[in-house]
């Protein structure tokens, strides 16, 4: 069953049917926009409340922190604070998977209602003038016939009246002849005109507006199967966050078992045990008979671990009954002799740990600052070589800028020995070197570092500066080179490439842009 076939003669009413479906769709959209303002109003207050409760201060400076009670309350509040974010997570869901989606939708949906109406409105004005047309050339047809019948009257009186001359009957009877053919003519008009509307009223009724109606109906169902699917993703939207806020719940169920009221107990005793034996019995001072009085053994005047004892009457009934009565306001120091012994010992042991980190974190970066000067001290071109490549990768490298200097010289170990032989050569210059100092290497670590030569290259780099290698051990490259990168720098400002025609050799490392592998 569809509307074109059981509701042909129903548009007013179909057109208000689709119209309230669009308007309960916007109702819908319109409540789920103001669910989510509901949800974000309500996690916006949560995570308010959460941060009212929450410890001010870092759990490890808290010494609440160390009850469970605490700990439990903590975590139920991170559990809400959780629960809130999922709460938005529903809100978010809600606004972009239903109010802008099916907003959209609604947009969409009232332009192709509107215009399928304008299309049945146009057949329907289309008919209505066809039915006009039908109507006048009915009305002429029948003037026609009434204005003939009345001529061929006349024709007929005048021919039967015997003073009407032959000119006048001729004259009648040929008007009356006019009269009947324009009466004809029109006959066939209106029959023609009848004929064309019965067409164009048949397929109006039977072939055009159920056309329409039956777009209409299909529209109205796929509005409503959206709806439908709308109202299925506000159930879905809290399915999904249903798994989380589970655990949320689940952690607070955990939370409250956590509590442990022996342990916090044992808690307190931990905190606050002063470590004072109790005070003995008072003893009785006769002030009757002059005596010098002087505190017993079994006073509070007199400690039991053989400290100094307190001097004097007045002192001896009030030095250790402090924590009876009104305690002065506490003056904090360094030592923390204003703390019972045993937290005096907490702290103090507390206190020694933390000296005992911080001793051996200067331990360790003396220890790293003195093998970086051992570093330097056997490769001071080392602190050159960084400086020229940090500043080199900080400016914007032209090809006819000017290179930097290479290493002053190229190993550590013959940087040493030239040095030295330099001073040697300048205190006594007659002297002439020995073969075995002529003849040795200007780096002697890159026999060892050929010897232990890599398969494959690790990258590849650029000469950025041309580059002539006179020393054993080094290779000359050209600027614009497109080299094989052999062997990183290790620290000494020299970097081991391979020529493509064939070689290998170090360069500095400031005279290349060099890409790893």
């Known amino acids: 069953m569809d509307w074109g076939t059981e509701l042909w003669d129903q548009f007013e009413v179909i057109e208000r ?3 309230w479906g669009l ?23 949560l995570r308010s409340l959460v941060k009212k409760y929450l410890p001010k201060r870092p759990s490890k400076d808290d010494p609440e922190f160390k009850f469970s009670q605490q700990q439990s309350f903590v975590q139920i509040l991170q559990e809400v604070n959780d629960f809130a974010g999922q709460r938005e997570l529903v809100a978010e869901n809600l606004s972009i998977r239903v109010c802008l989606e099916l907003a959209k939708y609604s947009q969409e949906m009232k332009q192709e209602r509107k215009m399928h109406f304008q299309e049945g409105r146009r057949a329907q004005q289309q008919l209505e003038s066809g039915f006009k047309q039908l109507e006048n050339s009915k009305r002429k047809f029948e003037r026609d016939c009434r204005e003939a019948e009345k001529a061929a009257q006349t024709a007929e009186r005048l021919d039967q009246d015997i003073n009407a001359t032959k000119a006048d009957v001729e004259k009648a009877k040929q008007q009356a002849h006019i009269r009947s053919h324009m009466a004809e003519e029109s006959k066939n008009e209106y029959a023609a005109q009848l004929q064309r509307f019965n067409r164009d009223q048949a397929h109006f009724y039977f072939s055009q507006m159920p056309q329409i109606f039956d777009k209409l109906q299909d529209m109205d169902e796929r509005r409503a199967t959206h709806l ?37 107990s044992q808690v307190l005793i931990e905190l606050h045990k002063s470590g004072f034996a109790r005070p003995g019995d008072v003893e009785f001072e006769d002030f009757s008979q002059p005596m010098n009085r002087a505190p017993s053994d079994s006073s509070l005047g007199t400690p039991s671990d053989g400290r100094p004892e307190l001097r004097g009457p007045a002192r001896s009934g009030r030095a250790k009954r402090w924590p009876f009565g009104k305690k002065n306001k506490t003056v904090v120091t360094e030592d923390f002799s204003h703390l019972p012994p045993e937290q005096q010992r907490k702290r103090l042991q507390q206190q020694l740990e933390d000296r005992n980190r911080e001793l051996q974190k200067e331990v360790d970066q003396r220890e790293a600052l003195k093998k970086m000067k051992d570093v330097y001290e056997k490769t001071p071109q080392m602190a050159e070589a960084e400086s020229r490549v940090l500043s080199n990768r900080g400016d914007s490298l032209s090809r006819h800028a000017r290179p930097p200097d290479p290493p002053a010289s190229a190993p550590p170990d013959s940087s040493s020995s030239s040095n030295s032989g330099s001073q040697d050569n300048k205190e006594s210059s007659e002297e002439p070197p020995s073969e075995e100092s002529q003849d040795a290497p200007i780096y002697t670590e890159f026999d060892e570092d050929f010897e232990e030569e890599p398969v494959s290259p690790i990258g590849h780099c650029v000469a950025i500066y041309h580059f002539e290698g006179s020393s054993e051990g080094t290779i000359s490259m050209a600027e614009g080179e497109d080299l094989s990168l052999m062997e990183e720098d290790k620290g000494d400002g020299w970097t081991r490439v391979r020529r493509k025609q064939g070689g290998e050799g170090y360069v500095p490392t400031s005279y290349l842009r060099v890409t790893l592998n």
């Open 17 to 19: 049917h689709t119209q």
């Open 228 to 264: 439908g699917a709308g109202y299925g993703l506000l159930s879905e939207a809290e399915l999904q966050v249903v798994p989380i806020i589970a655990k949320c719940l689940e952690g607070m169920k955990v939370a409250a078992a956590a509590v442990d009221s022996k342990n916090d």
């Open 23 to 45: 308007d309960l769709l916007d109702r819908y959209v319109k409540f789920v926009k103001e669910r989510t303002e509901v949800e974000q109003a309500y996690a916006k207050q």
